[in-house]
């Protein structure tokens, strides 16, 4: 088998349709000779469905990321298909319409606590949930919005990417020690299933259209997956606690 994943196990989380981020990595991944394992939440059929028009149908597992038995379950779960991992994706994000869209000084601590629940703790419970089958090291990496800077219309999913990325940071910390990396890639606007979530979302296609010096095409998820999949390869034995922008450079440009 040859590739940059050549005999690799991969979790991957956060497929939904084929214009997913997730859906481009698994299949860059198998393409490269990763083994791939999908998780799927409420839509199961649809992940199943979506699954198949892999390179190879990937096994799809059910994970709620908030349900703790779900977690527990995971490595027994992923052990009826892999003997172990040796990359985890995390491409998991979600926020009541209460907290986007320009309602950040009226959304309530309820809604703000399941945004920051599923889109920021959830990476370290995804990566604890994985830890017993990573025994020999690895590499988790998770998927970003650019946080350093306040968005239009993102408002309370922009700070829980703020928190994403700071927990990939102690992530990085306290995994070392195991061998296990903790990086993010961090996208520019796509047109996924999620961005369609987001009212005014148009804004952002219009500043990257026009101001990316490499330019941006937003419904090519290509570029960001491949990032990734370097990411999870041993090409960066010695990177984590990282953010790779895949944005046509838009993150370094001032007014």
């Known amino acids: ?30 393409e490269n000779g990763a083994t791939v394992v999908l998780t799927g939440f409420g839509r199961m059929s649809l992940v199943e469905r979506i699954a198949k028009r892999l390179p ?19 490595p027994q779960r992923v ?20 907290v986007l869209g320009g309602e950040f000084l009226n959304a309530g601590w309820a809604d703000v606590a399941k945004a920051l629940e599923v ?20 590499s988790i990496v998770g998927l970003t919005f650019d946080a350093t800077k306040a968005w239009p219309v993102y408002d309370w999913m922009g ?20 061998g296990i990396r903790s990086n993010l890639v961090s996208a520019g606007p796509l047109r996924t299933m999620a961005a369609k979530s987001i009212p005014g979302f148009e804004q952002f296609e219009d500043a990257w ?11 090519d998820q290509g570029p960001a997956a491949r990032a990734v999949c370097a990411l ?7 990177t984590t ?14 007014a």
């Open 119 to 138: 889109s920021t703790y959830s990476y370290k419970s995804l990566a604890t949930a994985c830890l017993p089958l990573m025994d020999a090291g690895g």
């Open 79 to 98: 052990r009826a298909h892999v003997d172990g991992l040796d990359g985890v994706v995390h491409s998991i994000a979600f926020g009541p319409q209460s």
């Open 56 to 74: 190879q149908e990937a096994p799809v597992i059910e994970l709620d990321v908030t349900d703790p038995s779900h977690l527990d379950s995971l």
């Open 1 to 30: 088998m040859s590739g940059l994943l050549a005999g690799k196990r991969l979790l991957v989380t956060g497929v939904i349709t084929d214009a997913s981020i997730a859906f481009s990595v698994a299949k860059i991944a198998q």
């Open 209 to 219: 259209a026009q101001r990316a010096p490499l330019g941006w095409d937003l419904t």
């Open 241 to 254: 606690g990282e953010i790779v922008h895949v944005d046509g450079g838009y993150h370094a440009l001032g």
């Open 232 to 238: 999870l390869s041993d090409w960066f034995p010695a």
């Open 159 to 178: 700070v829980a990417k703020a928190g994403l990325e700071s927990a990939s940071r102690y992530l990085a910390l306290h995994l070392g020690k195991q």
